[in-house]
């Protein structure tokens, strides 16, 4: 019996697979798995998941003045958070492969946080300001202003949205 760069390097793939399917709360991964097994499994990863869920939903709240004066928040409301979970699943994807081929160590972890921290405010600002000036043009008005003679231009309109791209990224 030998083994072959082929037989580990298969290995290597099968174990990071499971690694980052049992991180998503999806068990082994497994069509043929019975269905109550793959109910719990996902059942408890939502409820693990759903305290964030509320807290988002709390933090919404805080805003229902904002949102009543201006509907079109409303409509942006799936968008950022849609693109806020799609930035963190590549985040996590990026942590868990270097977490699988040993990339991230206790001496780079801070540094990696880092760097996708920065990544994170780039395209949360680029995706904001993309966001702010498609309001303006698909919705044909331009971004709500605050009180006359506030000096609350459209300008901060941009920035407070690009912001918000931040957060949720």
């Known amino acids: 019996g030998m083994i072959t760069v082929d ?3 298969h290995i290597i793939s099968e174990e990071a697979g499971e690694d980052v399917l049992l991180l ?15 109910v719990r499994t996902r059942l408890m990863w939502l409820l693990v998941n759903l305290p964030t869920a509320m807290l988002a939903a709390s933090v919404v709240h805080l805003f229902d003045g904002q949102i009543a004066r201006f509907a079109v928040l409303a409509v ?3 968008i950022v958070a849609g693109m806020g979970g799609n930035a963190g699943t590549k985040s996590l994807a990026v942590a868990v492969r270097a977490i699988a081929t040993n990339q991230l160590t206790e001496s780079n972890t801070i540094r990696a946080f880092g760097r996708e921290f920065t990544i994170a405010i780039a395209n949360g ?3 904001g300001l993309l966001i702010g000036a498609g309001v303006a043009v698909v919705f044909s008005q331009p971004p709500p202003r605050g009180r006359p003679g506030g000096g609350d231009g459209g300008q901060k309109f941009i920035a407070r949205v690009a912001v918000g791209g931040v ?3």
């Open 76 to 78: 942006l409301m799936p």
């Open 125 to 127: 600002l680029s995706l």
């Open 24 to 38: 998503a709360g999806a068990g082994e991964g497994d069509i043929n798995e019975p269905i109550r097994l793959t």
């Open 167 to 169: 957060l949720v990224t």
């Open 7 to 9: 037989d580990i390097v």
